[in-house]
DNA sequence: TGTGGCTATCTTGCATACAAGACAGAAAGC
DNA sequence: GCTTTCTGTCTTGTATGCAAGATAGCCACA
């Protein structure tokens, strides 16, 4: 892929391998992310690394235990009920605001949904995690609205994040086809039931989740107790302005 | 406002410190934000300065040119209407999802157009500036779900920036009619209508831009030029007391 | 065997030092 | 007078050093 870690790498970089390995599912949550093993990695100092970290944080793909270490994130139950929730609300959103689905438009789906079929004939589970998240980063892309595309490039990365945690089975083919007549929906130039189509998507695939499995079995014990490790899932970040009091949890 | 600059703030607040500033319209675009200034101001060194010139860098809000400092983003006319259509995709979106106003729901909002309601009164324009970015973030907090305030309020912020550079007039009135609106019929329960007015509101206000107006008339022909320079008129810094104030841009 | 405490080590937090680019203003040349 | 060049200063870019917290493992001791 990238041509090895020579001293070429710009700091943008460490940022978007990361996020790339994530989105291609080969970062699980929770790995930790430790400041001189990437800065090694990257043939860089650690400065550059915690900028890249800290730029990762606000962006919700990485947390920091002081004194710890760096590590990606593992979404709550709450927290990824969250995430879908913000997903539907972007993307039906996204896809109710569009007008038409030009033909390059068509085309770069129609070539995707094939990729999907590809890979699940080849049962590539990797890869299919992957295409699955990289659809709606596509639809996204047709709005030619980087805005959307950003915010929906992240909210999939930690989809994948927590579908590495909850999910138990794969139903690639059940996903597939859900994007299939989202597709079919745009191609008929019917946005409000593609939008309609996307959060049932939505919910199916949040539905597929085992929220109740705990990503570290000990975390209720360890939060009731108040004895931070892994998981300090205490709100990502709230409030520029006004953190009042909504401290609650 | 803030509790001065003690040896207490840590490095949040300078993000949140200037984000407020933002939003309530205090610190205008291409304000340039030296790192040496801002680390005096807040009692730290630039190391930590710098960590929060990259999150808001991540977050749209400022940006930096290499060598010569970071400055608060004056948005292209582009990048404005990238983001009233990411404004309207989201909170068309979010309304949609809404099912029902909670009583606590309604009595913040309506405390919220009487604040409006006053401001306009008092012919208070940055306070009613800030309120008009407010309703909306106050609209995502109904929702309860942190990922989309955090979205939502970076994109008002910046929507701010806009509108101090192409808002030649300020047409508090219609926003104050276009909210009351919004809340009458999130108060109905019609939460489809509600996004529409939302999606209409955002259209208008749009509409009141003027995004032929440069924000430095000059900047195209310094960009075609790649001669950077930029006076960030006015106000921004009170270090040198060179009196010779910029007569001419 | 089990328990408590000590220490060595590893981690990030933060400040600082220095390098290098950008700019402004003086100086030089015409 | 006008332009060009040079140089000093100011800015960010990056690495590094040191402090302090967290952890794990060892050892003493009951």
Redo the contacts with the bound molecule.
Sequence with gaps: MQDSHTSET??KSIEATIVSGILSAKIRPGT??????LAALFG?????V?EAMMRLETRGIVH???????FVVEPSAEEAIAVYEARRIVEAGLLRSMRKLTEEGRKALDAHLNEERNAMAAGDRQRLTYLMGDFHIRVAELSGNAIIVDILRDLTARTILISMLYQSEFHAAQSHEGHRRIFEAMQAGDFGRAAALAVEHLDEVEMGLDLTARPDPLSDLRNSLSL??KAASAVSRQSDLKTTTSKEQ
């Design positions: 710009n700091q930790r992310l430790g400041e001189n093993q860089v100092s650690r400065t550059r915690r920091v235990s002081p004194r710890r270490g760096w931070p490790l």
